[in-house]
């Protein structure tokens, strides 16, 4: 039998433990999607404790607490910092079989030195003064953890009013060992579908710009003024979390009558919403195109399911789940209509319903076109699909309709400086994929080969096919 969470855990041939020890494992990180706090970066935050760096924010281990029938106030409300983490201890013996259980022991292991105990209502208290005696060192401050796990890159999550007023600052630390971008992500300007919402984050665009926006034009304006500034903060990637993508036929004189109807308050109809956005998420995608970016789009998530939870507690708190738009037709159009133009960026596809992995695996490779290797990427399984099963069906269907040797590999899309154990994880799953297929004698034992195609998917497909400057050595 052997041993949990030994050093070759997840690692089931002799050839799979060789890719990762003597490959994967030494691999730098870009982290090309997360949702870091750009300020903790800047300033070199000292968290407080374990609860801070571990739980805060953490909407992953909310619903498992919630599950476990653990009252809100230890996840979001006013429960000291001991007490929330001591209800959490309580629930990580009830993941087993959850991915939330491996990742708090992989986390516990690795930066905390944890090993050979595993997280419970006995173990706690011991646990807790342990981590915490670290997290008081320089070495767990936000640019300790980052060099520890060899960061080279981290691109932040960044709505178009947002002032990068951080990144700024980071940028000018020339001797910093992780680089910080800001990523452009402008779902709030396609929110018509909720007037109030919408009006006010146009109210704060027009602050934010110095003009005023009477116009679906000067809307455009003010977009554009955003992503230039962006562009010249070190921006290089755009982000957009949509349902399904969209790609209705709309007139300027339909666009224009839409934005005087929600900017009045009303609320378009869902033709009305779809033509609004299908325009503007094309103008977007042009300008991204014209400068150079990266466009990711993360589809397929159903957010804010409970609404009485959303009223209290706001997005991003733990009542999200999986979607089932149609997806095949609109995408297709949408991608159709930049490339007919010449126009169409890098761009990475996500799906969060995994029934539709061979649809995203098949549709990058209609629109390569041999400019760039790997122009059109299908991501990484992310949210509830970043875990073994939905990691290893997003490997196969890629590798089985496309390219693996050109996939830029992993993502933490995460809140916590120590979820860069997800990259482990990762790394050990696919070492154990392409390792079990050389034992079988389906791919064959050249080191070489092996050793390029790993080191691509684990850091240099992703440095080349970004092409932002690392941090320093």
């Avoid at 490959?23 to 000292?46: G, S």
């Avoid at 018509?192 to 455009?220: A, F, M, S, Y």
Wanted: proline share 4%; glycine share 6%.
């Amino acid at each position: 039998m052997k041993a949990f969470l030994d050093q070759d855990f997840l690692l089931e041939s002799s050839t799979a433990r060789w890719l990762y020890h003597d490959v994967a494992r030494h691999a730098p990180i870009i982290d090309y999607h997360c949702h870091l706090p750009p300020e903790q970066v800047a300033n070199n935050h000292q968290f407080r404790n374990l609860y801070e760096i571990w739980l805060a924010g953490d909407h992953y281990k909310w619903r498992a607490m919630r599950s476990a029938g653990v009252s809100e106030r230890f996840c979001t409300g006013d429960a000291s910092d001991w007490e929330k983490f001591e209800a959490w201890a309580r629930t990580v013996p009830q993941t087993l079989r959850n991915p939330l259980y491996h990742w708090t022991h992989l986390e516990l292991r690795n930066p905390f030195g944890i090993e050979g105990k595993l997280l419970g209502p006995t173990t706690a208290k011991a646990i807790w003064e342990s981590c915490n005696a670290k997290i008081a060192t320089p070495a767990f401050r936000t640019h300790g953890l980052l060099e520890h796990f060899k960061v080279k890159v981290v691109c932040t999550t960044d709505d178009p009013t947002d002032s990068l007023s951080h990144h700024q600052l980071h940028a000018r630390d020339l001797s910093a060992k992780t680089r910080l971008y800001p990523t452009w992500r402008p779902d709030r300007v396609l929110f018509v579908d909720q007037p109030v919402v919408w009006n006010d984050w146009v109210n704060k665009i027009e602050t934010v710009c110095g003009t005023t926006i009477r116009t679906v034009d000067d809307l455009r304006a003010a977009l554009l003024q955003r992503h230039t500034f962006f562009h010249e903060t070190g921006c290089r990637l755009s982000d957009h979390g949509l349902e399904t993508a969209y790609a209705e036929i709309y007139t300027e004189a339909e666009v224009s009558r839409i934005f005087l109807k929600a900017r009045a308050g009303d609320v378009p109809s869902p033709q009305e919403v779809a033509q609004f956005r299908s325009a503007l998420l094309h103008d977007m995608a042009l300008w991204d195109h014209a400068r150079g970016w990266v466009q990711q789009f993360h589809f397929g998530a159903m957010r804010n399911n409970n609404s009485r939870a959303f009223a209290n507690l706001g997005p991003d708190t733990g009542f999200d789940s999986l979607g089932d738009w149609p997806i095949a037709v609109p995408l297709s159009r949408f991608l159709d209509r930049l490339d007919s133009t010449n126009q169409l960026a890098k761009t990475i596809l996500y799906n969060h319903n995994p029934r539709d992995n061979d649809l995203f695996a098949t549709m990058i490779g209609n629109f390569q076109d041999g400019s760039v290797a790997g122009k059109m990427q299908f991501g990484a399984a992310w949210w509830f699909l970043d875990q073994r099963q939905g990691m290893e069906a997003q490997l196969d269907s890629l590798s089985s309709m496309g390219l693996l040797a050109r996939f830029v590999g992993m993502l933490t899309d995460s809140r916590s400086f120590l979820s860069y154990s997800r990259h482990e994880y990762f790394r050990r799953i696919l070492c154990n994929k392409v390792g079990d297929e050389v034992e079988r004698g389906l791919i064959p034992n050249d080191r070489a080969l092996l050793t390029e195609l790993i080191n691509g998917v684990c850091f240099t497909n992703a440095r080349d096919y970004f092409g932002l400057p690392l941090g320093a050595p």
